[in-house]
Structures are given as structure tokens and as C-alpha cells.
């Protein structure tokens, strides 16, 4: 699978976990293939990918947290039919809640 494409279906997946507003940014310094919010790095042993995310106010983060893990070990190991090495999830902000 083209690297660009398993990094579109990991983003897209990823914006459907519920609890998440937006994604946020991968930083720069992270090698590998970089998307809105997730850096992958594909070796011969497996997939190991960073997703960087915004949450909603009032959410559960570790139940987002895993959620995120969850969902993209399914995609990479499902649908690109990949093995999964790691799913680090980073929570850079909550975004604000209408008080």
C-alpha cells in the first residue's frame, strides 16, 4: 500500500473517534510520512504511528486515548493488512467548552 494512502485512511479514521474536535500538528522534527496530526514510520517489522489531536471539552481522555489506539491498530492492521507496532497518541489541547 502507498505510504500516502495508508496515511489518509489512519487521518480519516482518526477524525471519526468520537471525543475528538480537530487533529493537531506532528511536529516537523519526527521522521517519516507526516499527515494533518499523524506521522507514520512503516519498517519491515510493522507500523508504528504518532497521532497529535485536539479533544473536545468535557471528554474523557483516556477513554479518547484508546479509543485513537484502537481505531488506527484496526485500520493499519485491517485494512492496509499491515502489522501494528505502536500507536502513540499525543492530546495537545482540549478545545474550549461554551460556558
Known amino acids: 500500500m502507498a505510504p500516502h494512502v495508508l496515511s ?3 487521518v480519516m479514521a482518526v477524525r471519526e473517534v468520537p471525543g475528538i ?9 519526527r521522521p517519516g510520512l507526516r499527515g494533518d496530526g499523524v506521522a507514520l514510520r512503516v519498517a519491515a517489522d510493522g507500523v508504528s504511528a504518532d497521532c497529535y489531536l485536539i479533544a473536545q471539552a468535557g471528554t474523557n481522555l483516556l477513554d479518547v486515548g484508546m479509543a485513537v489506539q484502537a481505531t488506527v491498530a484496526a485500520v493499519i492492521r485491517e485494512l492496509a493488512g499491515m502489522a501494528v507496532r505502536e500507536v502513540n497518541v499525543y492530546i495537545q489541547d482540549v478545545e474550549a467548552g461554551n460556558a
Not at 22 to 27: E, F, I, V
Request: charged share 15%; net charge positive; no cysteine.
Open 8 to 10: 489518509n485512511l489512519v
Open 21 to 29: 474536535a480537530r487533529l493537531g500538528s506532528a511536529p516537523r522534527a
